[in-house]
């Protein structure tokens, strides 16, 4: 509805504007004529002179005129097509055969504000119009004869209608009856775009649109044939204004009926969004993971057909306006302006991609070689990856960095073959933001830099692989990822953990698993004993205890270190082969449960470090199910203090 008042409002200020531009000229005339000197005929003003010319003033000017014109117009015999314009440089003389009426200067012109040749011919048109009213317009005789022949044309006008409203009554109910014959519903894959009734509808608007242009143009013809025929407005210049009324009303219906049927056409799609909900329209999933659900999906469907109606909208007004600028003089310059806006770009843009096609094939060939190239360059990684191909002193985990590097290098020389062949490439504008992006991501990018160099570092020391159990500064776990800015561990506490390259780079690297599978890794625990227990025995229970575990490699044997002598105990350790580094937790818990196991079964203490005892009253330290059902703790043993001089003699 606010786009209909809008186009009605524009269609009567249109209507209307020739009239207020009538009204203005006239006041914009009455304004001007304060400062010239009127050249009357019978009290009724013909026109201005503005100026002196030579000695004489515009008064005198204007008052010789008047009497010339008098004799001229007075006279019923005046032939006042004889009245002709004779120029004379910069003056313009008003003849009547050989008898001169008056003259106008350029100084004249310029106070009217008009052109010389314009002035003139306005003031022989004032003579004429005077001329034909006062010997012709009030004629009853030729009054009467243009009123019948008004009748007439207004008769045959009326007729024209008549037939007109039967002719087209006609078409409307063929139209009706052709309903589902020839006028079928627009399906697209099974789906009813629009139904048979929404076609007719479109149709019987089609010949609407016809009908009202077939009486525009009878209003035309029958309104112009009239206004030539009344003296009062003969010499009116009504045509141009007319017809361009008659296309305005004709466009404005139109684009009326373009409003309405794109309002139908929204509103239908509108129900069939909530139709095809959960059918055509369905939610957004990434791996089973819902993105968009189906009704937001739906509601950004709807916002996105409200955004085309707006957008449609917008053009069709723009083009309206633009139009009806153009049936009309006074405006046709705003709608060259108007149109201007639209079809200069786009002939800027139409001659541009022209002119940037043999670039643009040139592109494309160095798009496509430098796909091909990196597939083969691919290839030939992928063989060495595999171990098909070999190089000297080349991993086969370098494979793929390696290509990622290369392939890199080639797009890299790409972009700078095509780069003099983009558009505006040239321009200063596009060197001035080529340098801004390059001097951000510099500043932007220093850390991530760091960490590329660093990772293109790391895959060449060859320092871990992916799955290996390494430690990173503090962090233990399992390689999972590792890219060009970071490597990612997994704890064994299932806890994932992103190091930065740099950082990686910059901290010792302890791998656990490089030499695992061939050599075995060794475990190592140490145990500290008292020096009561043989050191042999102590030997013998660490080995059996490493051996009972089902990951500890028989070969190479397990081996004993003693590590340190103290002052209270010895330190034993215990070190142990095994391929399992993944496990490594797992398999130092059960070597030290095996230790307990070994030494309580042999009643050998742990009683270290620092650990004090006194077996006067005091229960072993040995768990109760390893000791003998006969066993008691010993008794406390107390003996007495005897000095020197009370020591009982012997």
Known sequence: ??????????????????????????????????????????????????????????????????????????????????????????????????????????????????????????????????????????????????????????????????????????????????????????????????????????????????????????????????????????????????????????????????????????????????????????????????????????????????????????????????????????????????????VNPLNSLITSIISYLPSLFFIVVIIIFTRYLIKIVKFFFDELEKGTLTLPGFHKDWAMPTFKIVRFLIIVLAVIIIYPYLPGSDSRAFEGVSILLGLVLSLASASAIANMIAGLVLTYMNAFRLGDRVKIADTTGDVIEKTLLATRIRTIKNVDITIPNAMVLSSHIINFSSSAQDKGLILHTTVTIGYDAPWQKVHQLLIDAALESQYINKEPKPFILQTSLDDFYVSYELNAYTSEPGIMAKIYSEIHSNIQNKFNEAGVEIMSPHYGAVRDGNQVTIPENYLPKSYQAPSFRVFPFWGDKDKPKS
Do not use: C
Request: charged fraction near 20%; hydrophobic fraction near 50%; glycine fraction near 4%.
């Open 1 to 342: 509805m606010i786009i209909k008042k809008i186009f009605y409002i524009l269609f009567i200020a249109v209507t209307l504007f020739p009239s207020q531009l009538i009204g203005q000229s006239d006041t914009a005339s009455s304004a001007t004529t304060a400062k010239g000197s009127a050249v009357v005929f019978e009290k009724d003003t013909l026109f201005f002179i503005y100026s002196s010319l030579g000695p004489f003033s515009s008064d005198f000017r204007a008052e010789q005129a008047s009497q010339k014109l008098s004799e001229l117009i007075s006279d019923e015999n005046t032939v006042v097509d004889s009245i002709q314009i004779v120029q004379d440089g910069e003056y313009r003389h008003i003849d009547y055969g050989s008898k001169r009426l008056f003259t106008i200067s350029a100084d004249d012109s310029k106070l009217a504000g008009i052109s010389v040749d314009e002035l003139a011919e306005r003031a022989i048109s004032s003579i004429k119009n005077m001329h034909f009213n006062t010997h012709y317009s009030f004629s009853w005789q030729d009054i009467l004869i243009k009123l019948g022949i008004i009748l007439g044309i207004l008769i045959v006008a009326f007729f024209l209608f008549y037939l007109i409203k039967k002719l087209f009554t006609k078409i409307y109910e063929l139209v009706e009856n052709w309903e589902g014959k020839f006028w079928r519903s627009l399906v697209i894959k099974s789906q009813e775009i629009l139904s048979a009734e929404s076609v007719t509808m479109l149709v019987l608007s089609v010949f609407k649109i016809i009908r009202l242009g077939v009486s525009l143009i009878v209003i035309y013809y029958a309104l112009t044939n009239i206004f030539k025929l009344l003296p009062w407005t003969k010499d009116w210049d009504i045509a141009p204004i007319l017809w361009g009324v008659m296309w305005t009303i004709l466009v404005t219906t139109i684009a009326l009926a373009l409003i309405q049927g794109l309002s139908s056409l929204y509103k239908l799609s509108l129900r069939k969004v909530a139709e095809w909900k959960g059918t055509i329209i369905k939610g957004v999933s990434v791996k089973k993971v819902e993105v968009l659900s189906t009704d937001r999906v739906a509601d950004l469907v709807v916002l996105l057909l409200k955004a085309v109606k707006i957008t449609l909208y917008i053009i069709i007004l723009y083009f309206f306006i633009t139009i009806v600028f153009s049936f009309f003089t006074f405006t046709r310059t705003w709608a060259t302006t108007l149109i201007g806006y639209v």
